[in-house]
């Protein structure tokens, strides 16, 4: 039992701590190399927008459907289900594909080549989240997101920096980021195959006779209409963006959405390794354990996510100031602050999401997905047509949106399950980080800001550790104090 927990700790570390790491050399580029062509960054990632999209076609709901069937399946099942899996993804990417040949040929834009590189990038990333859910079954998912969340972070600074060496043009640096996600295939591919070997075994009318045919497609037609529409729903405002206001506009954007990411990576690791265990405890009505688990991650990433984003508040501005940039830099501060606030509370309603996806009620994604799409669209068209607020309303429409979107889960989840992931503590939690911020932030500033960024953050991560520590409110923090402090005294 011990080693059943340690094990996913152990993953969640080492996943955020490659997060991190690819977090740091994004942060690096975004302040450095990024500023300096914001319309090429714009253009990369109206591209990512297009693979993001293209990818759950492909993949139409099959790497849900692998965590979702895995529990109830022995050995050679489960390697049945993983190449029918492979199987369909083929398929289907050689449909998409003739689409887009359809589309360039009947509806001619200015920006439609840009479909061909975006395509290859969606297949090789259709396979690496089958093989990563199929990792994350082994409960393996740290070195498969190293090629993940590092390659491309790599990949992404030094082409641009060839770009804006006129060593390479805009058309080949597109070329090569493809092919950099590519190398994540194979990578990706190489390190499954090693520990796990599925066969070659593609009868598959004995899966189909453990599990019914008919729950395995509509489950997996339901969470791929999830899936795009979360997608959609996230992902649209750098496609409007791009078509509506200008390609240095999205490129402005997509920099703060780099940065105000770096507050979710603990969450993205947790909800990784722990949808296995979620799916168990619904399969087995487990809802006391499910309801504890649920209660200890939600304070736990809302104390994570409330302590870097206290950071982001109090220091962004003195940061960006000791910046020779700050110029390019200084019309990304709100919408950070705004899409920073959003991630925050995405954080403090834990794993609402998995929730749902792996019980019978799966289906209320759909809805609730196909709400927040008519919300996100509507009123990023208001705040473009409206009014003057640029890409700040952008901001502005994703945090009201994605904020209704998490009430309308915890709702739910509260209606048919009886779950809530908040009490006491996590009321404690908020007013600690509420008042802590509010009196930091009007502590009087010095003239230097280096000095204003290290006393201000440096003062708000020890009163909120501090606090949090000697009022026990989140379980893991006090297990590592207490490890911290006893390594020191020994």
Excluded at 160 to 189: C, G, H, K, P, Q
Excluded at 213 to 232: E, H, M, N, P, V
Excluded at 387 to 398: E, K, L, P, Q
Excluded at 404 to 416: A, G, R
Aim: proline share 3%; aromatic share 16%; glycine share 6%.
């Amino acid at each position: 039992m011990g080693k059943e927990k340690v094990a996913p700790m152990k993953q969640v570390v080492l996943y955020a701590i490659i997060n991190y790491m690819g977090t740091v050399i994004g942060i690096v580029s975004a302040l450095f190399i990024y500023p300096e062509d914001y319309g090429f960054l714009g253009t990369v990632r109206y591209v990512d927008n297009i693979w993001q999209l293209l990818y759950p076609i492909m993949v139409l709901g099959a790497s849900q459907a692998l965590i979702k069937f895995y529990p109830a399946l022995q050995e050679h099942y489960r390697k049945q289900l993983f190449n029918y899996s492979l199987i369909s993804v083929f398929i289907i990417s050689i449909l998409v594909l003739a689409g887009i040949f359809i589309y360039n040929i009947g509806l001619k834009s200015e920006d439609s080549y840009l479909l061909y590189f975006a395509f290859p990038i969606a297949v090789s990333m259709a396979y690496v989240e089958l093989f990563k859910k199929q990792a994350q079954d082994l409960q393996k998912i740290a070195v498969p997101t190293l090629y993940e969340k590092i390659f491309p972070k790599v990949a992404l600074p030094v082409i641009f920096l060839l770009l804006l060496r006129n060593i390479l043009t805009e058309d080949t640096s597109l070329l090569w980021y493809a092919v950099s996600y590519a190398v994540i295939f194979v990578l990706t591919a190489i390190y499954l195959f090693k520990r796990f070997n599925p066969g070659f075994n593609y009868r598959f009318k004995t899966l189909f006779g453990q599990i019914s045919r008919k729950d395995y497609f509509r489950y997996s037609l339901y969470s791929f209409a999830g899936s795009l529409g979360s997608l959609l729903a996230f992902r649209i405002d750098g496609i409007i963006i791009f078509n509506m206001i200008s390609e240095e506009a999205n490129g402005v954007f997509s920099n703060a959405v780099t940065l105000a990411s770096t507050l979710q990576i603990p969450a993205i690791g947790m909800f990784a390794l722990y949808a296995p265990i979620i799916s168990t405890y619904l399969k087995n009505g487990n809802f006391k354990d499910l309801d504890i688990k649920y209660k200890e991650i939600a304070r736990l990433l809302f104390f994570i996510g409330a302590v870097l984003y206290s950071c982001i508040f109090l220091g962004i501005e003195d940061l960006f100031r000791i910046l020779p940039a700050y110029e390019k830099l200084k019309d990304t501060i709100p919408v950070i602050i705004v899409l920073g606030f959003s991630v925050l509370i995405n954080m403090a309603t834990g794993f609402n999401g998995e929730i749902i996806t792996y019980s019978k009620y799966y289906r209320f994604n759909l809805v609730a997905i196909l709400v927040l799409i008519f919300l996100n669209v509507s009123l990023n068209l208001y705040f473009i047509y409206y009014t003057d607020t640029g890409i700040m309303g952008v901001a502005y429409a994703s945090f009201v949106s994605m904020t209704l979107f998490n009430i309308s889960k915890l709702l739910f989840i509260y209606k048919k399950f009886g779950l809530l992931p908040f009490d006491k503590s996590f009321a404690k939690l908020a007013l600690i980080f509420a008042i802590s911020g509010t009196a930091i932030y009007f502590l009087p500033d010095f003239e230097s800001h280096i000095i204003n960024l290290i006393y201000k953050t440096g003062l708000s991560i020890l009163i909120n550790v501090v606090a949090v520590y000697k009022l026990r409110l989140v379980y893991q923090v006090n297990v590592w104090a207490d490890m911290a402090l006893a390594k020191i005294r020994g």
